[in-house]
């Protein structure tokens, strides 16, 4: 057990890749379902509905608390000697991540949407740097702080953003969506946890990750009692994604969905439960890989593909898991060869596995 617990502190915990693993294959059927639905008006099968139902409003947040994960595995002035390099890499993703929406829609209002993946590296880079000025007490000052937003008039600010873009670019289509408020509490939650996880004690007689567990199915409570629960609207899946995440109820919701998804997964590898599905597994490891090339591989290649079987064979198109994994194998496939290739190298290491410093 002991030696265990040294691997889940000092190498990767393959627990996390297999979770973040998870979440990538469920959001590609998320994404891939929303631009059936919206571009052609598709309805998913009923399978599909209830991922979607279930995956939206925590999904996002998740992944962000998983990257967010490991930046205080280092002390401050250990993390000092890496932050550049860090920085580097998540303002890389971020130029990527802008100029990637270009190659999946030809609307530029929708191109230059405030996306999930932007939101993410802001909040990254932010966290990074609070670490390294600050460790692990300016995050926590910084979790504290953003509580106050949803006492501040910040769908009036978001609004003001949206009427500004619209109006002096003339893009009707721009939405500043997935807002930094909304997402930095949940970054600010998974370096806390991985904080915990690397640094922290376990208080006898439960384990740490048991009792983060418990502390995070806690966090939800207020949301079951309190809250209102996002609708699926089959014409327009993506209507009201963020209901959730603007209510205070709900944004404890999801920090509690984070916290106890996360601590329970490292929980069951602590406890010897093999956490590790090949394709999952690879998934996880490269997972901005994957994210990067996922919409624009769908749009520019799977999905004319697919339109032109249809034309052929008179297979209409259809929003079913069975067309989902045709389109996900398709796109990890891909992605594996551009892992493989060497194409995008400040990718490719993401997911090398590094023996620990001694």
Not at 230 to 248: I, K, M, R
Not at 340 to 354: D, T, V, W, Y
Request: one cysteine or more; hydrophobic letters at 50%.
């Amino acid at each position: 057990m002991n030696a265990n617990n040294h691997s889940l502190t000092t190498g990767r915990i393959h627990a996390l890749d297999f979770l973040r693993g998870l979440y990538i294959i469920l959001a590609m059927i998320q994404h891939y379902t929303g631009v059936l639905n919206g571009a052609l008006g598709l309805r998913p099968d009923s399978f599909i509905q209830w991922l979607f139902y279930n995956l939206t409003p925590s999904g996002d947040h998740l992944f962000l608390a998983l990257a967010a994960f490991n930046i205080g595995k280092r002390a401050p002035q250990h993390y000092r000697k890496v932050y550049w390099g860090k920085m580097g890499i998540y303002a890389s993703l971020f130029v990527f991540f802008f100029f990637e929406a270009f190659f999946r829609t030809y609307d530029l209002g929708q191109a230059l949407t405030w996306s999930p993946l932007l939101t993410w590296m802001v909040v990254l880079m932010l966290l990074a740097t609070i670490h390294r000025l600050f460790g692990w007490v300016g995050v926590l000052c910084l979790f504290l702080l953003q509580m106050t937003f949803w006492a501040m008039p910040m769908d009036s600010l978001a609004q003001s953003v949206n009427h500004y873009v619209r109006e002096s670019l003339q893009l009707m289509t721009f939405q500043y969506e997935s807002r930094i408020d909304y997402f930095i509490g949940s970054g600010c939650v998974g370096y806390l946890l991985g904080c915990y996880h690397h640094h922290g004690r376990s208080i006898d007689p439960l384990p740490k990750h048991l009792l983060s567990t418990l502390v995070g199915l806690l966090f939800t409570v207020p949301f079951w009692l309190y809250g209102q629960y996002w609708v699926l609207n089959l014409d327009s899946v993506w209507e009201n994604e963020y209901l959730v995440a603007s209510q205070f109820v709900g944004i404890m919701y999801i920090w509690g969905v984070q916290v106890s998804a996360i601590a329970f997964a490292i929980l069951l590898e602590r406890f010897g439960v093999p956490m590790k599905i090949p394709i999952f597994d690879w998934c996880g490891r490269f997972s901005f890989l994957v994210f990067a090339v996922h919409y624009a591989f769908f749009f520019n290649v799977m999905l004319p593909l697919r339109v032109l079987v249809a034309k052929l064979y008179e297979l209409p198109l259809q929003c079913t898991i069975e067309e989902m994994c045709f389109y996900m194998a398709g796109t990890i496939l891909f992605s594996y060869f551009l892992q493989r290739s060497r194409l995008l190298l400040f990718m490719h290491h993401q997911g090398e596995l590094k023996t620990p410093a001694k």
